[in-house]
């Protein structure tokens, strides 16, 4: 199967990559795929475990490899000598450029990018470049994940953004103020057919107009978010306190990491919307709004290793007020990248299955799952075993 990644040459990317083709070649284990669990025996009949990748940019390297030695170079995520083996096939992989269209004052941070809009082009000529592009890359087997910097929260226009006319009529009338990158690369993969995820807390095929555009073309997508560090764990340890009638006060998650996902929410707008997708889970799960701190600051050493430190006030039996700490210290890379991999095999074998619209189902997932109030992570992944038994 194939898979087009918006964000082609960042971390989680390109550790997807190394990952998919070390495992392909039989010299990396298959540790961290949730899609090769017992409970989804067989799903390769419908998406193998062996992929292509293509995908958009805005920092314009040579290629995939140059991409992944330089994040090797910074974070030595992995052994060298999978990075090695997997180089002719990475160096195969070369990014088209893409859009940042309203991405947010952190792209800046990114370094030298270049964009399509950074040419004059206006909203229909960018969206028929990445179209063209995803177009000759894709075939019947093929999905397109988001996995770009997070963007800041839209210019909501329920004319521009409500119904698909709508859309298509701002693309057509250069509305680019009410445009986003995610928005037109989601428009352009469910326009030719192809499932599409976001994750990332950008917009994405959230919207209702692209909603119906994916009901119209019979095609498959979920989102938002991917749910992979604190959160995680959060969305596994809160229903405990709520299966123990315990009352949580108060929660408070404070996030540290470095790399170019950290450069970028250090801007305030690209960390608003990280930081709402993170902090609505605990009222979505225990049905009442706990005092709630979330941050996330920069904190260039640490590079890719992202550390969060939470700490719980709860009320037990008597009154008695007691505390909970955690501290999550995990290579966000390697913890995403699999997770790329998984949401790619069960979209296609969503597609298969004659399955349209938001897969729900895929809560398991993301922060932010689209139609569903399901957060409780025990819930979602019952929810994701009985979904495919079902159908398979």
């Not at 004059?120 to 028929?128: A, N, P, T």
């Not at 990332?200 to 992979?228: C, F, R």
């Not at 069960?346 to 349209?356: Q, R």
Request: aromatic share 10%; with cysteine.
């Amino acid at each position: 199967m194939k898979i087009w990644i918006i964000g082609a040459y960042g971390i989680v990317s390109t550790t997807a990559m190394v990952g998919a083709k070390a495992i392909a070649k039989g010299i990396a284990p298959k540790t961290g795929l949730v899609s090769e669990l017992p409970h989804f025996e067989g799903i390769d009949r419908y998406a193998p475990l062996e992929f292509e990748f293509g995908g958009h940019e805005i920092r314009m390297l040579k290629n995939a490899f140059e991409a992944a030695e330089e994040h090797w170079n910074l974070n030595r995520h992995f052994e060298r000598d999978l990075l090695d083996a997997v180089r002719d096939d990475l160096e195969k992989i070369v990014a088209s450029k893409g859009t940042a269209l309203n991405c947010g004052t952190g792209i800046k941070e990114l370094g030298k990018i270049e964009t399509l809009e950074s040419e004059g082009l206006s909203l229909r000529e960018i969206v028929d470049r990445i179209t063209e592009d995803i177009k000759g890359f894709a075939d019947d087997e093929t999905v397109v994940i988001n996995v770009a910097s997070t963007e800041p929260l839209p210019n909501f226009s329920e004319e521009y953004h409500g119904t698909i006319e709508g859309f298509e009529r701002m693309i057509d009338e250069d509305r680019k103020e009410y445009a986003s990158a995610s928005m037109l690369y989601a428009y352009a993969a469910l326009k030719l057919g192809l499932p599409y995820a976001n994750f990332t807390p950008s917009p994405g095929s959230a919207i209702p107009a692209l909603k119906q555009l994916a009901e119209e073309k019979g095609v498959p997508h979920a989102g938002n978010d991917g749910k992979t560090g604190e959160t995680l764990v959060k969305t596994t340890l809160a229903p405990m306190f709520a299966y123990r009638n315990m009352e949580v006060v108060g929660w408070m998650s404070y996030n540290i990491l470095g790399d170019y996902d950290g450069k970028v929410l250090s801007a305030r707008d690209n960390k608003e919307s990280k930081v709402l997708s993170k902090d609505k889970v605990l009222e979505k799960m225990l049905g009442y709004s706990p005092y709630s701190i979330t941050e996330i600051q920069y904190f260039p050493s640490l590079v890719d290793n992202k550390t969060a430190f939470d700490f719980i006030h709860f009320r037990g039996f008597l009154g008695r007020m007691m505390k909970f700490y955690f501290i999550w210290d995990a290579i966000d890379a390697i913890v995403a990248a699999p997770l790329i991999l998984d949401i790619a095999r069960f979209l296609l074998f969503a597609k298969k299955k004659g399955i349209k619209g938001v897969v729900k189902e895929m809560a398991f997932f993301f922060k932010s799952p689209m139609d569903t109030n399901v957060i409780n992570t025990h819930e979602q992944f019952e929810m994701l075993k009985e979904w495919y038994s079902e159908l398979s």
